[in-house]
């Protein structure tokens, strides 16, 4: 059952051919014989995930047709999601301890829609990193090959989807955290438009950049999943008040007139030869389609690594100055008094990544600095993102790699940051922009996947699925799965 499509899932819950429970019980059995030596799962909900699948069955037997269409579906949340009764630990030492109250929003519409919750996901701490290495609970490991990373901060969904351990999961993208454990895993995954799915509930890392959307295996089922996700939150003063479409309504439309643009920043130095002959070749495929491909610029592409760096980090030091201690998360045994409470807290509960993070963030929005880094930056934002209006102007979407190369070794860049934080070199850029962008299976470089980044204008999410679907229609990339031995090793 876990080679099944999500849609194909469905059509064998409603047509009888299996039940939720028995689909769930299947993931379940996975999970614990395969996610030892993978890590992808924090925190596995065998009891809750199998009342959640018993009660879809009891609703799909009785219904009548009108059940929301992923009822009864499996599927994984990002441990940064709040989930009420079950422990949402943000990959970090802080929150190993912290069991919410409530639902974040993409939860509660996930139950909503009938999908039962298999658990929560491994990720990079507070969702800082490009390899999932930074998790208190130890790395995530590619099930291509488990001696690489799956990427991050995603990581866990990536690979859980990529593994068979869920048909579906949640992430969250702050400046490529979907879309490049997406492509080193080879799954689809879509980082919506900013705004376009609630961010309440959703840890924050930096709050003008991080965005949910949804990850699987192809662009059909991201539809499904972006469905119930989508949607104004009168309770999120950043969501959108802008009308959902059927994000499945799209996906067979031809691309016939289709104006892809290729930044010529993308396929310059820093890409591996054999990764971008790949991307090539599946732009190919778009142009038989009927698709257009155009050369355009992005003239400040070269600056959004800086910029990232200084405006995440400068969000972060301020979203994580709630974690002291006082109010929940971890807390030092037997302070001497408040700022033995703060400091120790603070460093015992975060890991080196966030401390860089926070260091840098604190400098940046210092009075001495802020004019000179943190302003500066914001500026630059507003460059880059006239870049993309401007080229826009002259074609539909915009295509290139998802990231430089596949997937690299494990502790090959951990004690490299700078090595590490250009693994995001082609991503960072859309979230500055709060753009959506997908990334699409595009084939394998030394037995490694690779994926096709693609970009749209703002709320162009149908758009983007479609291309990836036609992409999909015309090779079986998304349908090549890791040879399966104990743990997903190759």
């Not at 999970?31 to 009891?47: G, H």
């Not at 089922?221 to 009168?234: F, K, S, V």
């Not at 890991?351 to 600095?369: M, N, P, Y």
């Amino acid at each position: 059952m876990h080679d099944l499509t999500v849609a194909q899932l469905i059509d064998g819950l409603r047509s009888k051919q299996f039940s939720s429970t028995e689909l769930t019980r299947h993931y379940l059995e996975r999970i614990s014989r395969l996610d030892p030596q993978l890590n992808s799962y924090i925190t596995v909900d065998e009891s809750g995930a199998l009342g959640a699948a018993a009660a879809a069955d009891r609703a799909l037997a009785g219904a009548s047709g009108n059940l929301p269409a992923l009822t009864g579906i499996p599927l994984a949340h990002k441990d940064i999601f709040c989930t009420r009764d079950l422990r949402t630990s943000c990959g970090s030492r802080m929150l190993d301890n912290f069991v919410p109250p409530y639902d974040a929003t993409v939860v509660s519409r996930l139950r909503d829609a009938g999908a039962v919750t298999l658990g929560k996901t491994n990720m990079d701490e507070f969702a800082m990193g490009s390899s999932n290495e930074s998790s208190y609970y130890g790395p995530c490991r590619n099930p291509w090959h488990p001696g690489h990373v799956p990427g991050g901060s995603s990581g866990g969904s990536a690979a859980a989807v990529a593994a068979g351990l869920a048909p579906l999961a949640t992430g969250t993208d702050t400046g490529g955290s979907i879309r490049q454990p997406a492509a080193l895993c080879g799954i689809t995954g879509l980082k919506p438009t900013y705004g376009r799915v609630s961010r309440l509930g959703m840890v924050a890392f930096a709050s003008s950049l991080d965005q949910g959307g949804p990850m699987a295996r192809t662009a059909e089922d991201c539809a499904l999943l972006l469905n119930a996700m989508a949607g104004h939150d009168p309770l999120d003063s950043t969501s959108a008040q802008q009308a959902v479409p059927d994000f499945s309504g799209e996906l067979d439309q031809p691309l016939a007139g289709l104006r892809i643009g290729l930044p010529a920043e993308y396929f310059g130095d820093g890409l591996d030869a054999t990764t971008g002959a790949q991307v090539r070749e599946a732009l190919s495929l778009l142009e038989q389609a009927g698709a257009t491909l155009v050369d355009i610029q992005l003239p400040h592409t070269a600056l959004s690594i800086p910029t990232y760096y200084i405006l995440a980090p400068a969000e972060a030091s301020t979203n994580l100055a709630r974690y002291d201690g006082v109010r929940y998360g971890h807390r030092c045994e037997d302070p001497a008094d408040l700022r033995d409470l703060y400091t120790r807290t603070r460093e015992e509960g975060f890991g080196d990544e966030v401390k860089r993070r926070i260091l840098v963030g604190t400098f940046a929005l210092s009075a001495a600095s802020y004019d000179a880094y943190y302003r500066k930056a914001q500026q630059v934002r507003r460059l880059i993102a006239r870049d993309f209006q401007d080229a826009f102007a002259q074609v539909d979407i915009i295509a290139g790699p998802t990231t430089p190369g596949p997937a690299f070794a494990l502790g090959a860049k951990t004690d490299d940051p700078l090595s590490m934080y250009l693994e995001d070199v082609y991503t960072l850029a859309v979230n500055l922009a709060g753009l959506p962008g997908l990334s699409a299976p595009a084939g394998r470089v030394n037995g490694l996947p690779v994926g096709l980044q693609l970009i749209g204008n703002h709320f162009q999410e149908s758009r983007l699925l479609n291309v990836a679907h036609q992409l999909q229609q015309r090779s079986d990339w998304h349908l090549q799965t890791p040879p399966e031995t104990e743990g997903g090793a190759p």
